[in-house]
């Protein structure tokens, strides 16, 4: 996995980052929020048990279910109350600090500076609408900063994909006593229960298991600076998907992005194995 660009799971987690959303969006006419949001978590625990086998075996991961749990609610709550852009710009304001927070170097300032202003330049946040769901939403942007630190912390650890695992299934039975009664219309139309499984693999599986690719190979700091590519790739999958055609102001956010990641430099990044292997070998 070590010879596979970064950029490619980021790609990837931010392809699927957006299709799940969509699809509770959708749901959400038939299946209350909190339904949709335990169909999500349940039936990508159900996978991870299927593919990984892998149980609770620690207090980090006990952890990170719970936070998975907490951030996904508040995330659904705001979504089901804001729109989509709205919610997500307030989340990247916890990336962005996170991404601040590592830099070292005036080269990293500059390109968290790119970034940073790309993303600013694609979100759009219209200050309209209930003020229960700006809390969610603020909620839901600090949510997301410990969920980069506790995943991060699993995947430097190894056994990452594992850990997520065990931590899903954490997740949806803390959210099964308040969620799962609302999931009841889904039992009833395989067609709203087929779409509840595809929002768990799309939002709760290949993302959050292309993070852990990630998070195994780069700082804390550098992952939440990579998340700012997601904007920019929404703004290719609407294009590619749905046939919108990006903006100048659009193009420009995309260039701004690109290269503020072009320009960052990884500082202490982490060894592969071909890099053990020389360090055991003597060689540079």
């Given at each position: 996995?070590?010879?596979?660009?970064?950029?490619?799971?980021?790609?990837?987690?931010?392809?699927?980052h957006?299709?799940?959303?969509?699809?509770?969006?959708?749901l959400?006419?038939?299946?209350?929020?909190?339904?949709?949001?335990?169909?999500?978590?349940?039936?990508?625990?159900?996978?991870?048990?299927?593919?990984?086998?892998?149980?609770?075996?620690?207090?980090?991961t006990?952890?990170l279910?719970?936070?998975l749990?907490?951030?996904?609610?508040?995330?659904?709550?705001?979504?089901?109350?804001?729109?989509?852009?709205?919610?997500?710009?307030?989340?990247?304001?916890?990336?962005?600090?996170?991404?601040?927070?590592?830099?070292?170097?005036?080269?990293?300032?500059?390109a968290?500076?790119?970034?940073?202003a790309?993303?600013?330049?694609?979100?759009?946040?219209?200050?309209?609408?209930?003020?229960?769901?700006?809390?969610?939403?603020?909620?839901?942007?600090?949510?997301?900063?410990?969920?980069?630190?506790?995943g991060?912390?699993?995947?430097?650890?190894?056994?990452?994909?594992?850990?997520?695992?065990?931590?899903?299934?954490?997740?949806a039975?803390?959210?099964?006593?308040?969620?799962?009664?609302?999931?009841?219309?889904?039992?009833?139309?395989?067609?709203?229960?087929a779409?509840?499984?595809?929002?768990g693999?799309?939002?709760?599986?290949?993302?959050?298991?292309?993070?852990?690719?990630?998070?195994?190979?780069?700082?804390?700091?550098?992952?939440?600076?990579?998340?700012?590519?997601?904007?920019?790739?929404?703004?290719?999958?609407?294009?590619?998907?749905?046939?919108?055609?990006?903006?100048?102001?659009?193009?420009?956010?995309?260039?701004?992005?690109?290269?503020?990641?072009?320009?960052?430099?990884?500082?202490?990044?982490?060894?592969?194995?071909?890099?053990?292997?020389?360090?055991?070998?003597?060689?540079?």
């Amino acid at each position: 996995m070590n010879r596979i660009p970064v950029l490619v799971p980021i790609v990837v987690s931010a392809v699927f980052h957006y299709l799940g959303p969509a699809l509770a969006v959708l749901l959400f006419a038939h299946v209350p929020a909190p339904g949709v949001l335990w169909l999500r978590i349940a039936s990508a625990a159900l996978v991870f048990a299927l593919w990984r086998r892998a149980w609770v075996r620690s207090g980090a991961t006990v952890a990170l279910g719970v936070v998975l749990a907490a951030m996904n609610t508040v995330f659904y709550l705001a979504i089901a109350r804001l729109p989509l852009s709205t919610v997500g710009a307030i989340e990247f304001l916890g990336v962005i600090a996170l991404a601040a927070a590592g830099v070292r170097t005036r080269r990293n300032a500059a390109a968290l500076g790119l970034a940073a202003a790309g993303v600013a330049v694609l979100t759009e946040v219209r200050l309209a609408g209930q003020p229960l769901g700006f809390a969610f939403a603020f909620a839901n942007c600090a949510l997301f900063m410990v969920y980069i630190w506790l995943g991060h912390r699993i995947a430097g650890e190894g056994g990452g994909i594992d850990r997520l695992a065990g931590a899903m299934l954490v997740a949806a039975v803390v959210t099964a006593p308040f969620c799962a009664p609302a999931a009841a219309p889904a039992f009833a139309h395989p067609v709203w229960l087929a779409a509840g499984i595809g929002v768990g693999v799309c939002s709760s599986v290949v993302p959050y298991v292309a993070d852990q690719l990630v998070m195994a190979r780069v700082s804390r700091p550098t992952f939440a600076l990579l998340l700012s590519a997601l904007p920019a790739s929404a703004t290719v999958i609407g294009l590619v998907v749905l046939g919108q055609l990006p903006n100048t102001r659009d193009l420009l956010g995309i260039g701004l992005v690109v290269a503020g990641l072009a320009l960052h430099q990884e500082r202490g990044r982490l060894p592969d194995r071909d890099d053990r292997l020389r360090a055991l070998r003597g060689q540079p």
